[in-house]
């Protein structure tokens, strides 16, 4: 299996444009997490889906920010209009269950908001 | 309030020498306890893991101690190379929820 797999790794935008970031989770897993990490809060959990149904999106900053999962295999995030405060790096990751051994991280999406 | 703390945001070691990273929390209904490690431009890889129904586990160089009463637990790495140079997060979960992540430490292991 190739692992969690996110793209575009890097982003550079300018403010108010619109940016979105892609997943497909690891074939199997049925649930998927987007995490967003900055020096100031570490790893924060963003939003998850569990079986491709969003269940908790209270860690999305603002309306700016939306995620879907149309299937099993996609996932995006996006953010609409963009911010420089939005800088950060993201992750997606993905799980069987959510339990177990946790999770399998993506490489991450660096983004950078000018 | 950070549910999860890892007070040194930074930790040098010489080679060969004992690594410990800290970690604490503040509920105790959490069980379940990882180590991640991260290292640049990559996402965070499983670590090692440890169930409230215990206090020690080992794997090779790396154990992790919980002290459930102390809502404490702590990886140990020993001994210590460069190659474990790289950010440590923690994450606890309570059954059925959600892991929540520490802020990190960053381990430079010096030759």
């Known amino acids: 299996d190739a692992g969690v797999i996110q793209s575009p790794r890097h982003e550079v935008t300018e403010m108010g444009q619109e940016v979105t970031l892609r997943c497909k989770p690891i074939s199997g897993h049925n649930s998927l997490f987007w995490y967003r990490q900055t020096m100031m809060r570490g790893l924060e959990l963003l939003i998850y889906?569990?079986?491709?149904?969003?269940?908790?999106d209270s860690g999305m900053p603002e309306d700016r920010f939306s995620a879907k999962m149309p299937n099993a295999s996609f996932s995006t995030l996006k953010i609409q209009p963009s911010e420089p405060r939005d800088s950060a790096v993201y992750f997606c990751?993905?799980?069987?269950?959510?339990?177990?051994?946790?999770?399998?991280f993506g490489s991450g999406t660096r983004l950078t908001v000018v | 309030d950070q549910q999860v703390k890892q007070n040194s945001p930074s930790l040098s070691v010489q080679e060969g020498r004992i690594s410990i990273l800290n970690c604490d929390y503040t509920n105790s209904m959490f069980d379940y306890f990882l180590w991640y490690k991260k290292y640049p431009a990559e996402g965070p890889t499983f670590l090692i893991s440890?169930?409230?129904?215990?206090d020690k586990n080992e794997d090779g160089r790396f154990t992790v101690f919980l002290n459930k009463s102390a809502k404490h637990l702590s990886l140990h790495i020993v001994p210590s190379q460069p190659g474990d140079s790289a950010v440590y997060f923690c994450?606890?979960?309570?059954?059925?929820?959600?892991?929540?992540f520490g802020p990190g430490t960053r381990l430079s292991v010096l030759p």
């Open positions: 990751a993905s799980s069987l269950n959510r339990v177990n051994y946790g999770y399998t």
């Open positions: 889906f569990n079986n491709n149904v969003p269940i908790d």
């Open positions: 994450a606890v979960s309570s059954y059925g929820q959600n892991f929540v």
């Open positions: 440890i169930s409230s129904i215990k």
